[in-house]
């Protein structure tokens, strides 16, 4: 709990800073993009082998009463708690699920889904899952659907000066891809992992910038967490317990370095626009070397 309530109150001060401007007015609505770490249920929409909707998932999920929603934990996610934590009165409810539509849709729109990444082909492993290029065009139909709800005018004041957009993907980008073991062979001998990177920045470069174009301003984008002390990974490479995997972790902060400067490049670049960033990296990574002091 302690451990959970560190991370917590770190990125509930990105993005309180992120709204620092018309904070007074309160959030609007909550859109939230990316991977398993934050889907609320859209893979439970489709035919993929990447599912949260069984047992442990959600039992300490009091929502539902205690039941699988298809989030990937056994409670709520960051983006769940980010919410709450600024107001929401309600989650974001998944984009695929049958109740998205109408005034639900006014506190926001979860558009995540497990095994999704920056690049369309990442995930693939998966059959079925989401990309950032997917999710951006769902976002365009949730847009067009609040010019109806409130009139273009006012959606358009609603979205930019009210709503958060976060995002938090591109792990799976090399957990499932890039580092995909057997599958990615291929891809590593004719890729370098700087030429891997620069394909990711560019990528999500032009998702933000489409973003933007739809009305999107107050940014919170995470960086990728230390992928190389996750259990999945310790296997596969078969470490000790106390090992981390170093091209994974060196990988991540590789790309981590990048997104940071992309970010600051977006922030000069794009008038109105507040992009701000989330260090995953260093939250996680402290809290799995002294784990000690923020209980179990």
Same mark, same amino acid.
């Given at each position: 709990?302690?451990?959970?309530?560190?991370?917590?109150?770190?990125?509930?001060?990105?993005?309180?800073?992120?709204?620092?401007?018309?904070?007074?007015?309160?959030?609007g609505a909550s859109f939230i993009f990316g991977d398993s770490l934050v889907d609320a249920g859209n893979?439970?929409?489709?035919?993929?082998?990447?599912?949260?909707?069984?047992?442990?998932?959600?039992?300490?999920?009091?929502?539902?009463?205690?039941?699988?929603?298809?989030?990937?934990?056994?409670?709520?996610? %960051?983006?769940?708690?980010?919410?709450?934590?600024?107001?929401?009165?309600?989650?974001?409810?998944?984009?695929?699920?049958?109740?998205?539509?109408?005034?639900?849709?006014?506190?926001?729109?979860?558009?995540?889904?497990?095994?999704?990444?920056?690049?369309?082909?990442?995930?693939?492993?998966?059959?079925?899952?989401?990309?950032?290029?997917? *999710? %951006?065009?769902?976002?365009?139909?949730?847009?067009?659907?609040?010019?109806?709800?409130?009139?273009?005018? &006012?959606?358009?004041?609603?979205?930019?000066?009210?709503?958060?957009?976060?995002?938090?993907?591109?792990?799976?980008?090399?957990?499932?891809?890039?580092?995909?073991?057997?599958?990615?062979?291929?891809?590593?001998?004719? *890729?370098?992992?700087?030429?891997?990177?620069?394909?990711?920045i560019s990528t999500l470069r032009g998702q933000l910038t489409r973003l933007y174009k739809l009305d999107?301003? &107050?940014?919170? %984008?995470?960086?990728?967490?230390?992928?190389?002390?996750?259990?999945?990974? &310790?296997?596969?490479? *078969?470490?000790?317990?106390?090992?981390?995997?170093?091209?994974?972790?060196?990988?991540?902060?590789?790309?981590?370095?990048?997104?940071?400067?992309?970010?600051?490049?977006?922030?000069?670049?794009?008038?109105?626009?507040?992009?701000?960033?989330?260090?995953?990296?260093?939250?996680?990574l402290e809290v799995i070397t002294n784990y000690a002091k923020y209980g179990e």
């Open positions: 709990m302690a451990m959970n309530s560190y991370i917590v109150a770190l990125l509930i001060f990105f993005v309180n800073l992120s709204l620092s401007e018309g904070a007074d007015e309160g959030l893979n439970n929409y489709l035919p993929t082998l990447s599912k949260a909707n069984m047992p442990p998932n959600g039992i300490d999920f009091a929502a539902n009463g205690g039941n699988p929603t298809g989030r990937y934990t056994n409670g709520r996610t %960051i983006g769940d708690i980010v919410g709450e934590e600024m107001g929401v009165p309600n989650y974001a409810v998944p984009f695929l699920a049958p109740n998205s539509t109408g005034k639900a849709i006014l506190y926001g729109v979860n558009y995540a889904s497990g095994g999704g990444g920056i690049l369309n082909q990442t995930g693939r492993i998966f059959v079925n899952r989401l990309s950032m290029d997917i *999710q %951006i065009d769902y976002y365009n139909i949730t847009r067009k659907q609040f010019d109806k709800l409130l009139g273009p005018s &006012k959606a358009k004041d609603y979205i930019m000066k009210k709503s958060i957009f976060s995002i938090t993907v591109g792990a799976n980008d090399f957990l499932n891809n890039y580092l995909l073991p057997v599958l990615s062979i291929g891809t590593r001998i004719s *890729q370098s992992p700087d030429a891997f990177v620069d394909l990711l999107a301003r &107050k940014f919170v %984008i995470g960086n990728v967490g230390p992928i190389g002390c996750i259990p999945y990974q &310790k296997t596969i490479n *078969q470490l000790t317990e106390n090992q981390c995997v170093e091209l994974a972790n060196k990988l991540a902060l590789q790309y981590n370095g990048r997104l940071k400067d992309l970010l600051a490049e977006l922030n000069d670049n794009l008038p109105g626009a507040t992009f701000v960033h989330a260090n995953v990296y260093d939250l996680v």
